[in-house]
């Protein structure tokens, strides 16, 4: 295979470097990113794949923040003073990485290998930044397996099992839709390339429906948007099916051509008439005969399913119900009609293609459940645990157990971070790691169908080391792999590298033989325009189309509508009621916000968070704009600023997804109310099952 076309870091003079993000969104955009005597100066849009145009969002494009940001770990270091409190003494990597080896070998010897828990899930979300030389790793190494639910395992359960790997419609081809349904997404905060082709289609005549419990920035644009209760969305859902059988909307033809399981989901719909389910929602019911009518007679519909619905304990059965729709309703093999979820398996890209150690048989984590994992398994416990591309103080349910099992000095933490986070507080052993300007990677995207080469624009900033790096000297050190041509460890940064170019360009480089042994995996009609720089062909065609371009990939090629074995009780539509109590009352959802990237640039976050609560609530407990309240439940409360505004339905609070502790009074966020307790569809996080309260807690 032919070297990709790539262009090293430049450390004098001015140059632009053609890279792409890699970071937890579904656009993968194309980057331009200008170097001037070896430092960023813009990051602008790049050209290499088409659906960026001129658009990126101000995230990345301020990324340079977060590479030269005060918070930026630049070396090893090692914990001097009590766990949390972020008191590190500089050390060498040789020194680091010997005590990480020290304390893998203890542990394994004391407990054995399932004592070890890696930790981690996107960050960098690049293929060669996580599940390829870290799998290799810890595969060989026995150590416990980490289920990675914190985010879209429901969706991804209910869309295997519906229709299996198969590619949903591109964001260009929502332009020719009569009908578009944004539902659980805002695409303004997280994804916003829909945006434009949303608008686009609405001025051709295209009519919009949001169903999100907020006034999104697309919701005020709507034809109609259904302010439902968190966690109602399945009886929703269920409610419009019912009405396409009910009023002879749905495609009997193709129900009987193309699918399993149509009698059962028709008579999981009849228990939700739409007065029922209208009723359970809090919305109005004609609004959602309207809706079920349009979806009913128009066509191309188009459904955007996001990942709000998933975030509560019917979340499995709403995306498996959402996802029905086109199929009951006859939407598909036209361009325009269907819908789109993730797109990230259409490219056959896994873990177990791209790596040559079959995973071990070992114990299985929910990494929802880190809190309970820390404090309460015992056989064996939790030795060691090793942190990387994720920040779970702030991302992951039940903050409060999580944070104590931390503290743990019985445990040793090791956290692989570009910035002193709140969970690399909490490490023994904090190691620098590269950003995606600093390193090579492939990036994938999953709402636009864009692959790209990823290569860096500058050279690490300190000591900082990419996670393929730092895991192929771990696996030399303990002998868990073999040189095959790399350098040893002890010839790679040694105890006084700094920031010298060409020391840190060398092992940035070093990425290129993991790029390509990565590459030399994939399927061949993506790595030629993949490495020839072509980066935004996908697999089926510019824009692939449902029932014509691509099928299910179920096993028997036909959509399951009632899928078997995806439920444990074998009702993929069991509907919980409402977990709210007297004493919470109030839903607490934490969805994406326009300030970070899950919980990423979370340390630029501008001052106290505002917790967004409705007229009516607010003014039921005497608060106002601008007052101090805490918001609360059995497990914790959240001390922070309350903003009055109808933008949010009445007994639905907000607190923004990824906060840090730095963005409350009392450094706890809304992961700190949130139980651990799982989706009974695919085992997903249920943030929005928070059940609070809220008083005042005082005026400024």
Known sequence: MADPKVTPPRSWGRSTIQTACPLDCPDSCSLAVTVERGRLVSIEPGTAAPGTGDVI???????????YGSARITHPSIRTGPKGHGHFERVTWHEALDLIVQQLTAARDRFGAESVLPYYYGGSNGLLTSDLEDARFFRRFGASRLARTVCAAPTGAAARAMYGPMGGVAYDDYAAARLIVIWGCNASASGLHLVSHVKRAQKAGARLVVIDPRRTP??????LHLPVRPGTDLAVALAVIGELFARGWADRAFLAAHTDGADQLRRAAEAWPIARAADEAAIDPGALATFAEWYGTSTPAVIRCGWGQERNRN???????????????????????????????????????????????????????????????????????FVYNCNPVATVPDQNRVRQGLAREDLFTIVHEQVMTDTALFADVVLPATTFLEHYDLAKGYGAYHLQLVQPAITPVGESRSNHDLFRDLGLRMGLIEADGTRPAEDRAGPDLGPD???????????????LDAASRLPADLVGPLLAGKNGVPPTGATPVQFVDVYPATPNGRVQLHPSGVAPDGDPYGYEPDPATDAHPLALISPASAHTISSTLGELRPGIAKLKMHPDDAHARSIAEGDAVRVFNERGEVQCEVSVTPETRPGTVVLPKGLWARSTFNGATANALVPDTLTTIGGGACFNDARVQVELFGRH
Do not use: H
């Open 57 to 67: 969002c101000g995230k990345v494009r301020q990324f340079d923040r977060r590479v």
């Open 218 to 223: 697309l919701a005020r644009v709507a034809d």
């Open 315 to 385: 979340g499995g059965g709403a995306s498996l119900a959402i996802m029905a729709l086109p199929a009951v309703g006859g939407k598909f093999g036209v361009r325009g009609g269907g819908y789109t979820m993730s797109n990230s398996s259409v490219w056959g890209i896994t873990a177990d293609r791209l790596i040559d150690t079959p995973a071990p048989d070992t114990r299985v984590v929910n990494m929802n459940q880190l809190g309970r994992a820390l404090t309460e398994y015992r056989d064996p416990p939790v030795a060691v645990l």
């Open 501 to 515: 170019e060409s020391e840190a360009g060398q092992d940035t480089l070093g990425d290129i033989g993991a790029l």
